[in-house]
């Protein structure tokens, strides 16, 4: 498929892919916005507003005609509510932008982001994401959010600060899948932590060796589909408790979504998964 690239004046090319799946309508949408102008914070709110999708990323690319030649990025996500530092599926479905639509010269890229720099090259699986671990420390129960999760006991209680998600273990996969949260309960709850939001997960038995879903409405985002981040404190965690490096993921959400993760050296880990594309267009400012 030929792409043509544009660079307008208050127009920027945008794409929407969903991440961590290789079918349509499943995984996690992200829109990814190509920039050439410095918009001000405010706008770029706005964009992503109007995308109204858990995350859209902007690119920056000072010359969108020779992106091909590029392989240093600055990558910004933001929800409809707020800029957060750290977003894989973004990351993802921009790499799969990058590596398998404008075709890029380069195999692999770094992006300067809030969380530092993330390194993402081609795999023959999709996309590797070479993202720092925030490995989260065993906390106290906090009964009131339980609550407003609609459960009564759970495992353990891990926070990191890195990215502020609190990590719930519960006892299996089919507690997890009939959660209905009270999102507003949720919002409305005085907590002694900052949270971005909540990863509840259980062993994932036969096919996947972990399970989770994601909550964030402190963000605007209810229930997220596929959360690249959360498997930042997933990996080190189950890998601790299975004894293993390397795991596969699935996020049980409506679309679902599943992720490899591999725990590295130097307090880092892979993310792998799939992208395929959705729509394309131009996005007038």
């Not at 926070?159 to 309960?185: A, M, N, Q, R």
């Amino acid at each position: 498929m030929k792409v043509e690239l544009i660079n307008k004046s208050n127009v920027i090319p945008i794409y929407q892919i969903d991440a961590f799946t290789d079918k349509t309508f499943k995984g996690n949408p992200a829109a990814i916005c190509l920039i050439s102008e410095n918009y001000s914070d405010t706008t770029l709110q706005k964009i992503a507003a109007e995308m109204n999708l858990s995350e859209t990323a902007f690119l920056y690319v000072p010359n969108i005609s020779e992106i091909k030649k590029l392989s240093r990025f600055r990558l910004r996500w933001f929800t409809p509510q707020v800029e957060v530092k750290l977003c894989g599926h973004a990351t993802l479905a921009t790499s799969h932008l990058l590596f398998n639509i404008l075709n890029i010269d380069s195999h692999s890229v770094i992006y300067e982001t809030l969380s530092g720099e993330l390194i993402a090259s081609k795999h023959e699986d999709g996309v590797v994401l070479d993202f720092p671990m925030n490995e989260p420390e065993i906390t106290k129960p906090l009964p009131t959010l339980l609550n407003a999760l609609g459960v009564k006991t759970a495992e353990a209680f891990a926070y990191s600060k890195g990215v502020t998600d609190l990590l719930i273990e519960l006892d299996s996969k089919e507690i997890i899948s009939g959660l209905k949260p009270d999102f507003e309960k949720l919002k409305r709850l005085s907590l002694s932590l900052e949270i971005r939001g909540v990863i509840v997960t259980a062993r994932g038995g036969e096919s996947y060796d972990f399970i989770s879903r994601f909550f964030a409405p402190w963000v605007g985002i209810n229930e997220d589909p596929v959360t690249g981040s959360a498997h930042t404190l997933l990996a080190p965690y189950w890998a601790k408790k299975l004894g293993k490096k390397e795991m596969k993921g699935y996020q049980m959400s409506a679309r679902g979504g599943e992720i490899n993760v591999k725990v590295l050296e130097k307090n880092r880990v892979e993310l792998i998964g799939k992208s395929t594309l959705v729509l394309k267009g131009e996005f007038f400012v």
